[in-house]
């Protein structure tokens, strides 16, 4: 038997696996190596095949992609720095809880450690950032090699999937010739043609003893709290909601939890917290003996800090992956459940309550908070802040809105309001970086309704070769790009009452014009002159295609200011509100 058809045969059977799995779309990066697996790929009819020629941005690209459709995505490159590249998107996969299965080709052991060119050692390349790894066999034909590609696919698959959702890591050696052979007989039908082993996966659960405990342990205290942030499951804010009214329990709804926008009930959704719990009058106030929290750690450092305050309380931190999201070492109840179940289960155990005078309290400073907030709206100037409290307004029905980190993330959290207008907000806060922004919202926005990306100008510059896989496949995106010439967050931090090398360090101005390189790319660049220009423009978004970016100019110590002022403002009125009503 030859080596092409013992190539061919092998990596036909581990991607007729893969599509077996469930997986329909892979990221390429152009290579030498990699060249049998590509060519596969490509054959394959029930493959969505994407060519990006950044493996840096090709990862975060398929990061994107397994965000929006919340499958696992596979990426493929060559071997040498083209893996290393890979391995910013795979450290926010592992933290976000996303899935990606990355392939990396490699040279054979016999060129391994021996001067060969483009040869590093990609052995446990990532480490403990992937969930698993496995050193491929070279490949054979035989019927036993071609059971152990389809198994490892599987296998692989199935980690990546399952909870705690992440990246796998298969490293595949190959020798030359490196073309396969490709005719009909490629994907023919295997022993096992529905795919040669399943793996079931299970959401985690308590049993009855336990949810029985639990409900005993919140049954009669009416000050008790549901904190939510980063969740992916698409029934859960129905869930909480109906948990919520059976406890009269207020949920803190992080913007990334998806229940700041939407069909379900709004009515306890208390989303102006970051604003209101920098205040001390409004701490004491609203002191909780109970603290339920779901999904990732809030944006908010406020409610972070509220929580430390706190510690006395009973806090239940559920997780349906068994993960440990508990920074400040404040839990007293760790609950392996997923989150939706937990919510349902533990409301037959609850009796039905009475309207609760704790729960009313957090509802009336929410609105007071809001109330307040709507003076934003005097300022004529383009500011950061209002941009985010008029967004919800300006976004179309069912829209997919994509948050840069540092102050954009912020400001959505502290400005952006409850809504019924089901718009779904991503971005990447596994390891909260800057990097690959640009690349996650395109791979989102291939699968997202109307997608819409605010980022900073720092964060644009540092992924802006993203833009490729825009023109290359006539991806829509609409970008609001805040100029505020710098890292505008480093002005609310300690690093700003030490001016001297403030801007050298911290502030970092590009001084770019930003419209060449969107031209570049083929997209159409808006600098807006002022609020109206604004809200026309985003009218017309809305049947606009391919790169759209609108630029809006700010300050940074300007915005420092109306921020710091704002929340000033707020804080006396919310301390006269609290001396009231004590």
């Known amino acids: 038997m030859n080596h092409q058809e013992s190539l061919t045969a092998y990596i036909a059977a581990f991607v007729s696996e893969l599509v077996s799995t469930g997986v329909t779309e892979v990221v390429v990066s152009p290579g030498s190596r990699s060249t049998p697996m590509a060519m596969v790929m490509a054959e394959h009819p029930e493959l969505n095949v994407h060519v990006h020629v950044d493996e840096r941005s090709a990862a975060f690209f398929a990061l994107g992609i ?29 933290y976000s809880r996303v899935p990606l299965i990355v392939l990396t080709a490699d040279r054979p052991h016999e060129l391994r450690e021996v001067g060969a060119p483009q040869a590093i050692d990609q052995i446990h390349l990532y480490g403990h950032h992937v969930k698993w790894f496995a050193e491929m066999a070279l490949p054979e034909k035989n019927d036993e090699m071609i059971r152990y ?18 990246p796998v890591h298969l490293n595949f ?53 549901i904190v939510c942030g980063n969740i992916a499951d698409e029934q859960f804010a129905v869930a909480v909601t109906h948990l919520s009214k059976a406890l009269n329990y207020p949920v803190l709804a992080d913007p990334l939890s998806q229940l700041r926008s939407g069909n379900h009930n709004l009515d306890n959704m208390i989303e102006s917290y970051d604003t209101f719990l920098r205040n001390k009058d409004a701490k004491t106030f609203l002191k909780p003996d109970v603290v339920l929290r779901f999904g990732a750690m809030p944006i908010s450092k406020a409610i972070t800090i509220f929580l430390k305050e706190n510690h006395a309380a009973d806090q239940f931190v559920i997780d349906g992956a068994g993960g440990w999201r508990d920074p400040s070492a404040l839990s007293t109840n760790m609950v392996f459940c997923n989150e939706t179940i937990f919510c349902q289960k533990l409301l037959t155990y609850l009796d039905s309550k009475s309207s609760s005078g704790y729960l009313e ?5 929410n609105a007071l908070t809001k109330e307040n907030m709507a003076a934003i709206r005097d300022l004529t100037e383009l500011s950061e802040g209002r941009l985010f409290y008029q967004l919800a307004e300006m976004l179309p029905e069912g829209a997919t809105l994509f948050v840069g980190n540092s102050m954009p993330i912020r400001d959505l959290d502290s400005f952006f309001l409850n809504n019924n207008k089901s718009i779904k907000v991503m971005a990447n806060r596994g390891a909260n970086g800057i990097d690959g922004t640009v690349s996650t919202a395109l791979g989102a926005a291939v699968f997202s309704k109307s997608l819409y990306l605010i980022l900073g ?36 931090l300690p690093q700003s009452e030490h001016p001297k090398n403030f801007e050298l360090l911290f502030g970092t101005p590009l001084n770019l014009e930003f419209e060449h390189a969107v031209r570049m790319f083929n997209g159409q660049f808006t600098k807006i002159k002022d609020w109206n220009h604004l809200e026309l423009e985003m009218k017309k978004s809305v049947d606009q295609t391919g790169i759209h970016v609108y630029e809006i100019a700010t300050k940074r110590e300007k915005n420092r200011d109306e921020h710091r002022e704002f929340w000033c403002s707020v804080s006396q009125e919310i301390s006269n509100f609290v001396i009231g009503e004590q």
């Open 66 to 94: 397994a965000k929006a459709i919340n499958k696992p995505v596979a990426i493929l490159c060559t071997s040498g720095t083209a893996a290393a590249n890979y391995f910013p998107a795979i450290v926010e996969a592992k």
């Open 149 to 166: 590609a389809r198994t490892v696919c599987a296998r692989a698959a199935a980690i990546a999937a399952a909870a705690p959702a992440g």
């Open 361 to 365: 309290s957090w509802k009336k400073v």
């Open 173 to 225: 050696p190959f020798r030359e010739p490196l073309i396969p052979k490709l005719d009909d007989a490629l994907f023919r039908q295997s022993e096992r043609p529905n795919g040669y082993v399943r793996v079931q996966n299970g959401d985690l659960t308590i049993d009855h003893e336990q949810f029985k405990v639990i409900a005993e342990k919140i049954i009669g205290k009416e000050k008790g709290i």
């Open 457 to 492: 100008d720092l964060t644009f510059f540092h992924d802006l070769n993203g833009l490729i896989a825009a023109k290359l496949y006539d991806i829509d995106i609409h970008i609001i790009l805040v100029n505020n010439n710098g890292g505008g967050i480093f002005s609310f």
